[in-house]
């Protein structure tokens, strides 16, 4: 399942070789999420695997659109159902300022999700992967212990993952100067240097 959505990627990224003007820059996505897994209040074992995406590419024409799954249609899970049916809390969920890749057309931002236990037992949280270039995904953990390619958490330890972002199209000196401010004024960029 996801071989398919990292195929285009590679395609895309051949064919900017040779027609950069026709492909999108690189995206944020396909696929990010979290698994989550333990012992629920009755006793029973419990996981669920919760998505999450990145920005996505710009193209030549136009800005690549913020915190989007492509080509994947995987969509953000809500904070409202991840809470409901994990024992997280999201202490918070935004967009990533400055996590686009610059360029005459700018990369989609990404978003950054703070998760804490809520769990008096410990459960175990892992990640998948899925112009400039953008931001690299990350990840932290106050967890005091974890095993191979997981974080154990205990109530009120935390775990963070920032999605990437995706990269700009075309030289960001280019840029129209109303873009700049407007992406200023909505958050999306504090630092205009790129850009000049």
């Known amino acids: 399942m996801l071989?398919?959505?990292?195929?285009?990627?590679?395609?895309f990224d051949a064919l900017g070789q040779v027609v950069p003007d026709r492909v999108l820059a690189a995206g944020g996505s396909p696929h990010w999420g979290i698994n989550q897994s333990g012992i629920d209040n009755s006793g029973k074992p419990t996981a669920n695997m919760l998505s999450f995406n990145g920005?996505?590419?710009a193209s030549h024409l136009d800005d690549g659109p913020n915190v989007v799954s492509w080509p994947t249609d995987a969509s953000c899970v809500l904070v409202e159902?991840?809470?409901q049916i994990t024992p997280l809390r999201i202490r918070h969920k935004r967009m990533?300022?400055?996590?686009?890749?610059?360029?005459?057309?700018?990369?989609?931002?990404?978003?950054?999700?703070?998760?804490?236990?809520?769990d008096k037992d410990a459960i175990a949280v892992s990640f998948l992967a899925g112009g400039r270039r953008a931001h690299r995904a990350r990840s932290a953990s106050t967890a005091r212990?974890?095993?191979?390619?997981?974080?154990?958490?205990?109530?009120g330890e935390t775990v963070l993952l920032a999605t990437p972002g995706?990269?700009?199209?075309g030289d960001p000196r280019t840029r129209d100067r109303e873009a700049v401010a407007r992406d200023l004024t909505e958050g999306y960029v504090t630092d205009a240097s790129p850009y000049v």
């Open 3 to 11: 071989v398919g959505a990292y195929l285009p990627v590679l395609i």
């Open 55 to 57: 920005g996505m590419g």
């Open 81 to 83: 159902i991840s809470e």
């Open 96 to 118: 990533r300022a400055n996590s686009d890749g610059p360029g005459r057309f700018r990369g989609g931002v990404d978003q950054e999700i703070l998760f804490e236990s809520r």
């Open 145 to 155: 212990r974890s095993i191979p390619s997981a974080n154990v958490l205990r109530r």
């Open 166 to 169: 995706g990269g700009g199209h």
